[in-house]
């Protein structure tokens, strides 16, 4: 029975610093939050682009119908960027993330595509043809030997 009278109020305590907690977070000093701050370390060399890059796109619509892996949809160009950081122990750190292109870097990507289809070949080109004039058609008033005669309709005839 004593250890019901000692044990309630902690347990009303604990339940009451909780719920102020989830209610007001703000109100409790930063360094209860230091699981949310970057890391402190030196940074030794800066973000660098590694050359490598990807495509992301909406994965939800080819999942829910895999016949829309062939239609067109909308993708979004992702380098690879690295940098080393140097801990508090002295330990080097490299960390790796994914960002989106720059205009400049998307440019770079499809003149290299450009180069690379146009040095093996694969560019198809669509022959330049003159295009095939119909034969000439006569008229009433301007006759042309080499025509064969056509017959026109009436104008009240065209709606048809």
Avoid: C
Wanted: glycine fraction near 4%; aromatic fraction near 8%.
């Amino acid at each position: 029975m004593d250890v019901l009278i000692y044990a309630l109020p902690v347990i009303a305590l604990i339940a009451g610093a909780f719920l102020l907690y989830s209610l007001f977070p703000a109100a409790f000093p930063p360094f209860l939050h230091h699981a949310h701050r970057p890391n402190q370390g030196v940074i030794k060399q800066d973000w660098v682009a590694t050359g490598r890059i990807d495509f992301a796109a909406q994965i939800t619509k080819i999942k829910t119908n895999p016949g829309d892996m062939d239609q067109p949809t909308e993708f979004k160009l992702l380098v690879e960027e690295r940098r080393i950081v140097e801990s508090i122990a002295g330990n080097e750190n490299l960390e790796v993330q994914w960002r989106l292109a720059t205009l400049r870097e998307a440019k770079a990507v499809v003149t290299q595509y450009h180069k690379y289809l146009s040095d093996n070949s694969l560019i198809k080109t669509v022959p330049d043809e003159t295009p095939s004039l119909p034969p000439p058609v006569t008229t009433k008033d301007n006759p042309s030997d080499d025509a064969p005669a056509v017959k026109r309709q009436p104008e009240e005839d065209w709606g048809r």
